[in-house]
């Protein structure tokens, strides 16, 4: 193949898929595929409920008179004559947070439906090392009647996107790829290369890339841990634990890391791969599971903290006003997978307490047929007990506390964001 026979398929258009389908739509013929209809057809009106893609770009390669084609369907038809087939779907856990490879298994389904001699299959989602090759390689070799590294071949370039982040976006930030032969490597690559401003980082294998994706999320997600641990401590210490950061951080090499709630579809999510992985292989991997052990305490801890504060003050928590700020699962996005916020609210729930939540950034639809919660739309209306602070949106910067608070109540910052005044704890 070079770049004028090049036509691309890209498999799932969300956070991941749909950034990465309009750049290689400004340099190649590119078709989107997402099995929602309704995500589709709000794509091709101009419409990105995720906020990764201005309307303006985002119709721009959509346009008629684009020198490349780029069409948007739920049709398996239409990706049919794609030779380069980049697969971009969720990888999620279960309630027992084991790793749910089913999205990844029918897409590849789909694709060796219809794999033709000389393509190329490049998987992006999040997976355990050696998933490409031992579980979706024989999907794409049974339904194909091909065979690998022979007739058909596979790439690895894990995405590496941040919600909500407009500085780092797709083409900013570096990409590791992988080939399963040679000059599959080195074609990946020259594709990846060919649109990332960032540049590439090719590896020497397909288990090389997988292994990396899973560990860097493995590794922040140790080192929050480690804060909110430092957090439970310094509270029993009567120690601010974001004063002693602070003062720790002016050492050149200390990591800046802060205590919170560890949600979305990554950081939550990716060390439970790793962790699912190593068991197989007969290791217990202590560290990685305790890091998510703790992590996954914190909404329920904070809510204690929240309500061992009231009691201080004398406020009645069973039938309390608390209204919980942010449901999505980090500040400025409106993704609400996997997020912890939902943690803390359960958990105040469970002192009998009146919870209301309000997030402008939060699809209100969205939340109440995931959580049963109708978000609060105006905070005009009521006083409250206790006002909790759980997500950093920009816009809960500018709220005048005052004017949401009773004379008797207390404001309880998650993030860390509000200035010391107008608080009473933070975590």
Same mark, same amino acid.
């Given at each position: 193949m070079n770049s004028e026979n090049i036509k691309i398929a890209v498999i799932g258009l969300g956070y991941v898929g749909l950034p990465l389908a309009v750049e290689f739509a400004k340099k190649y013929t590119v078709v989107?595929?997402?099995?929602?209809?309704?995500?589709? $057809?709000?794509?091709?009106?101009?419409?990105?409920?995720?906020?990764?893609?201005?309307?303006?770009?985002?119709?721009?390669?959509l346009s008629n008179d684009s020198s490349n084609r780029f069409l948007l369907t739920t049709n398996k038809d239409d990706i049919a004559s794609s030779n380069v087939f980049i697969v971009t779907v969720p990888t999620p856990v279960d309630e027992n947070n084991k790793p749910i490879i089913t999205p990844l298994i029918k897409a590849s389904e789909t694709i060796g439906g219809m794999l033709k001699q000389g393509d190329i299959v490049i998987y992006e989602s999040t997976v355990y090392p050696g998933c490409t090759e031992d579980d979706c390689v024989p999907v794409l070799e049974k339904e194909s009647g091909l065979k690998f590294n022979k007739d058909f071949?596979?790439?690895?370039?894990? &995405?590496?996107?941040?919600?909500?982040?407009?500085k780092h976006t797709?083409?900013?930030?570096?990409?590791?790829?992988?080939?399963?032969?040679?000059?599959?490597?080195?074609?990946?690559?020259?594709?990846?290369?060919?649109?990332?401003?960032?540049?590439?980082?090719?590896?020497?294998?397909?288990?090389?890339?997988?292994?990396?994706?899973?560990? &860097?999320?493995?590794?922040? $997600?140790?080192?929050?841990?480690?804060v909110n641990e430092l957090a439970k401590i310094f509270n029993l210490l009567d120690i601010d634990t974001h004063d002693v950061l602070a003062?720790?951080?002016?050492?050149?090499?200390?990591?800046?890391?802060?205590?919170?709630?560890?949600?979305?579809?990554?950081?939550?999510?990716?060390?439970?791969?790793?962790?699912?992985?190593?068991?197989e292989v007969g290791y217990y991997p202590e560290i990685i599971l305790s890091g998510r052990k703790i992590n996954d305490s914190m909404g329920e801890y904070i809510a204690s903290e929240v309500v061992k504060?009231?009691?201080?003050?004398?406020?009645?928590?069973?039938?309390?006003?608390?209204?919980?700020?942010?449901?999505?699962?980090?500040?400025?996005?409106?993704?609400?997978?996997?997020?912890?916020?939902i943690d803390i609210y359960k958990s105040l729930k469970s002192y009998?307490?009146?919870?209301?939540?309000?997030?402008?950034?939060?699809?209100?639809k969205e939340v109440k047929k995931v959580f049963e919660i109708q978000?609060?739309?105006?905070?005009?209306?009521?006083?409250?007990?206790?006002?909790?602070?759980?997500?950093?949106?920009?816009?809960?910067?500018?709220? $005048?506390?005052?004017?949401?608070?009773?004379?008797?109540?207390?404001?309880?910052?998650?993030?860390?964001?509000?200035?010391? &005044?107008?608080?009473?704890?933070?975590?």
């Open positions: 989107g595929f997402d099995i929602n209809q309704k995500r589709i $057809d709000e794509l091709k009106q101009g419409l990105d409920t995720t906020l990764e893609i201005k309307s303006a770009d985002l119709l721009s390669v071949f596979c790439g690895y370039s894990p &995405e590496r996107i941040n919600p909500g982040d407009k797709v083409t900013k930030i570096k990409k590791v790829t992988s080939g399963s032969n040679e000059n599959t490597a080195q074609f990946v690559d020259d594709l990846y290369s060919s649109i990332i401003e960032a540049g590439t980082h090719r590896t020497s294998s397909i288990k090389v890339a997988e292994a990396s994706k899973v560990i &860097e999320n493995a590794q922040r $997600d140790i080192n929050i841990a480690f003062a720790a951080s002016s050492k050149w090499n200390f990591l800046p890391f802060k205590p919170g709630i560890v949600g979305g579809h990554c950081i939550g999510v990716d060390p439970f791969y790793l962790a699912q992985k190593a068991q504060e009231m009691n201080r003050k004398d406020i009645h928590v069973n039938g309390s006003n608390i209204l919980l700020l942010g449901i999505t699962f980090k500040e400025n996005c409106p993704d609400i997978r996997n997020t912890k916020a009998n307490a009146i919870v209301d939540v309000y997030d402008s950034w939060a699809c209100t978000l609060t739309d105006n905070l005009s209306t009521k006083r409250y007990d206790a006002i909790v602070l759980a997500v950093a949106h920009k816009e809960f910067l500018d709220i $005048d506390f005052s004017s949401i608070k009773k004379d008797q109540s207390i404001v309880y910052d998650v993030k860390g964001v509000l200035n010391k &005044e107008i608080i009473d704890k933070r975590l």
